[in-house]
């Protein structure tokens, strides 16, 4: 099974700030990296997929990046509705996996 | 628009079969290239993938489960429907279906509590 690894597993930011979420892969997945948003209570929501295309309707503050074995996620101002825990899950080979989660809240 | 809802029991005693249903609606769970899939979180964890079926109904489990897993779909039904044998309190979980294409889940049902207990 690939391995997935974030960092860091929570931090506490403002409204503005840029938020930067990193994901490591225990081998090389190429670009088949995915990021996903869930709130409280609610089922996760993607963000991004292949590594950097952001999915419809979601907002241009986020982004991402990587390829191989070492991705980011980056929030550029944090906004009240992005207070989440995000997850990332390689697709490139099954079982998909996804990394423990990177919970995101208030300072 | 195409939705996705899980059904079944909340309660599943030990050592019993968990068995949870994901009723396609809004679309024909036949049409397009889609993997049918179950994911789970245990409370306050992360995000686990139990396998998943394809359109044309070959399968993937996660190695972890595989023994203990089958998912099958009823196109009659619209559905697609997960069993999961022997479960612990270990399997005590949110259960999410999901649509997935090429292994990214780009649509969710609103995920199902199932508990493991006596």
């Known amino acids: 099974d690939i391995q997935m690894t974030q960092s860091p597993s929570s931090l506490s930011a403002s409204v503005g700030d840029r938020v930067t979420i990193t994901c490591r892969a225990s081998?090389?997945?190429?670009?088949?990296l995915n990021w996903y948003q869930q709130k409280p209570g609610k089922a996760p929501k993607l963000l991004i997929y292949?590594?950097?295309s952001l999915q419809s309707g979601v907002p241009s503050r986020f982004s991402g990046s990587g390829s191989g074995t070492d991705f980011t996620l980056t929030i550029s101002s944090l906004q009240p509705e992005d207070f989440a825990t995000y997850y990332c899950?390689?697709?490139?080979?099954?079982?998909?996996?996804f990394g423990p989660g990177t919970k995101v809240d208030i300072k | 628009q195409v939705q996705l809802q899980e059904s079944g029991p909340g309660l599943v005693k030990p050592s019993q079969t968990l068995s949870l249903t994901c009723t396609v609606s809004?679309?024909?769970?036949?049409?397009?290239?889609?993997?049918w899939s179950w994911i789970r979180q245990p409370a306050g964890k992360g995000l686990e993938w139990i396998g998943r079926?394809?359109?044309?109904?070959?399968?993937n489990y996660n190695p972890s489960l595989k023994s203990r897993v089958t998912i099958s779909v009823d196109t009659s039904k619209n559905q697609f429907s997960l069993k999961l044998s022997s479960v612990t309190a270990a399997d005590t979980a949110v259960y999410y279906c999901?649509?997935?294409?090429?292994?990214?889940?780009?649509?969710w049902g609103q995920g199902t509590l199932v508990t493991v207990s006596s």
């Open positions: 999901a649509r997935a294409t090429l292994g990214v889940v780009i649509l």
């Open positions: 809004g679309g024909s769970i036949s049409s397009g290239s889609y993997y």
């Open positions: 079926i394809y359109t044309s109904g070959s399968t």
């Open positions: 081998q090389s997945i190429s670009s088949y």
């Open positions: 292949a590594a950097s």
């Open positions: 899950q390689q697709s490139y080979s099954t079982p998909v996996t």
